[in-house]
């Protein structure tokens, strides 16, 4: 029930762009997507919920397509601060975001 | 206005003893979670409490236990430390219990010898 997360790991040059991937085997109704400094708390990014919608704070964005049970994260003119690991969670009901399940991560580091 | 705050940061204990975490929301939240978050792992959900009732629970065994106080505070208590029980714990608040953004404290570094 883990939701997997694509790529593990990724290495960008300041301005590269990558995707993250979060797939579910249980239907969803909201992926959550946070990132993680190292030695710090995960933050939070933003919220798709069911419906397909697509979201974007700045260079990121998300969409969460409902049929594939899946939520994709862009990054785009990566920044050196974007580097750190990006974690889905997933709820399968609005009763469950209490309780989202994680996915392992997804380590990211940006060099100059 | 202060973030999530947890106490204390990093703490060394050995197997058999137990632990007090302590984590206060950010003012106005009346909901706390308790997450247990292992390296190179994404975090474990461990409780919800909402005010002061337990709203959640992960698939903790009966070791783990926590507690929210009227000020929302909470503690999350640890019996019978195992070398397993090492880990991150997280605490994060929401204004609701069914407000969907949740603000993290830096943590509580347990480590079992």
């Known amino acids: 029930q883990q939701p997997v997360q694509s790529p593990q790991a990724v290495i960008l040059r300041e301005g590269e762009d990558a995707v993250i991937n979060c797939s579910s085997s249980k239907a969803l109704y909201s992926v959550h997507w946070y990132r993680q400094k190292h030695g710090e708390a995960p933050v939070f990014l933003m919220i798709l919920l069911k419906g397909g919608e697509q979201k974007g704070h700045d260079k990121i964005s998300a969409s969460f397509n409902e049929k594939k049970q899946q939520s994709s994260l862009y990054l785009t003119a990566s920044q050196l601060s974007y580097s750190g690991t990006y974690f889905c969670?997933?709820?399968?009901?609005?009763?469950?975001?209490?309780?989202?399940?994680w996915g392992l991560g997804t380590s990211l580091a940006v060099n100059p | 206005d202060a973030g999530v705050t947890q106490s204390p940061t990093h703490l060394i204990k050995t197997r058999g003893q137990h632990v007090t975490l302590r984590c206060s929301p950010i003012?106005?939240?009346?909901?706390v979670s308790w997450y247990q978050q292992v390296l190179g792992q994404g975090p474990q959900f461990i409780f919800q409490?909402?005010?002061?009732?337990?709203?959640g629970r992960g698939n903790f065994p009966d070791r783990f236990s926590a507690r929210q106080f009227p000020n929302y505070s909470s503690e999350l208590n640890v019996n019978a430390l195992l070398l397993g029980d090492s880990a991150l714990y997280l605490c994060?608040?929401?204004?609701?219990?069914?407000?969907?953004?949740?603000?993290f404290g830096a943590g509580s570094r347990l480590t079992v010898l």
């Open positions: 994060a608040s929401r204004a609701s219990s069914g407000a969907n953004v949740l603000t």
């Open positions: 409490y909402y005010e002061k009732e337990e709203r």
């Open positions: 969670g997933t709820a399968s009901n609005a009763g469950n975001n209490r309780k989202l399940i």
């Open positions: 003012s106005g939240h009346k909901s």
